[in-house]
């Protein structure tokens, strides 16, 4: 049902740029990535960090989402085997 919504309000809207709309998306994964750096109300290490910014990287680059997942988790995986934090 969001998704019949959305579809029908998007095409209502007609150029999102010009609404602000288009840093909405980046505005948003950023929110749901941000809590996931901290463990508590702490720092939770450099091996999160590091699977984001290889997960970043790679979408940047348009890799398919599969393989992004699975880099980015095993970057951290990786990281943590080898005692990083």
């Given at each position: 049902m969001a998704v019949v919504l959305g579809a029908l309000a998007g095409r209502g809207i007609g150029d999102t740029a010009?609404?602000?709309l288009d840093a909405a998306f980046p505005a948003?994964?950023?929110?749901?990535?941000?809590?996931?750096?901290t463990e508590g109300h702490g720092f939770a290490g450099w091996a999160r960090p590091a699977g984001v910014l290889v997960a970043g990287i790679l979408t940047l680059r348009k890799a398919p989402f599969p393989l992004i997942v699975v880099l980015a988790a095993a970057t951290t995986a990786v990281l943590r085997l080898l005692g990083v934090p």
């Open positions: 010009a609404l602000g948003v994964l950023l929110a749901l990535v941000l809590p996931s750096l």
